[in-house]
C-alpha cells in the first residue's frame, strides 16, 4: 500500500512564496502521473497542477499558471509544487495524488492515491 506525506506548507505574506513537497512510501510511483489540488473551507477540492511520469510535460490551472511550477524527481518519485506570488485566494489545504492513468487530467476521481495535506495560508 502506498502513501504520499506532504509538506512545507505554513503562513506566508501575500506576494511571498512557499515550496511544498510531496514524498512517497510503500510502493514505487514511478510510473504514476502526479498532481496537486487544493481545498480551501467551505469549497470543493481543485486541481492546481500536473505533472507526467517523465517529469517532462506539465498541466496547470489557469489561476496558478505563471505562478506556480511542479517538478519531480525521477529516482524517488518527490514531487515539489513551487508557489510564488501568493494570494490569499491561495490558502488551502494543499493535497498530492497520484494517477495511473496515462495523461495528465484534472479529475480527483481518477487518481487513485492521496495525502493527508498541508495547509497553506496567504494573509493580505
Known amino acids: 500500500q502506498g502513501q504520499l506525506v506532504e509538506s512545507g506548507g505554513g503562513l506566508v505574506q501575500t506576494g511571498g512564496s512557499l515550496r511544498l513537497s510531496c514524498a512517497a512510501s510503500?510502493?514505487?510511483?514511478?510510473?504514476?502521473?502526479m498532481g496537486w489540488f487544493r481545498q480551501a473551507p467551505g469549497k470543493e477540492r481543485e486541481f492546481v497542477a500536473a505533472?507526467?511520469?517523465?517529469?517532462?510535460?506539465?498541466y496547470y490551472e489557469d489561476s496558478v499558471r505563471g505562478r506556480f511550477a511542479i517538478s519531480r524527481e525521477i529516482p524517488r518519485s518527490t514531487v515539489y509544487l513551487q508557489m510564488n506570488s501568493l494570494k490569499p485566494e491561495d490558502t488551502a489545504v494543499y493535497y498530492c495524488?497520484?494517477?495511473?492513468?496515462?495523461?495528465?487530467?484534472?479529475?480527483?476521481?481518477?487518481?487513485?492515491?492521496w495525502g493527508q495535506g498541508t495547509e497553506v495560508t496567504v494573509s493580505s
Open positions: 505533472i507526467n511520469w517523465l517529469g517532462d510535460s506539465t
Open positions: 510503500g510502493r514505487t510511483f514511478s510510473k504514476y502521473n
Open positions: 495524488a497520484a494517477s495511473r492513468l496515462s495523461y495528465l487530467h484534472a479529475d480527483p476521481h481518477n487518481y487513485d492515491y
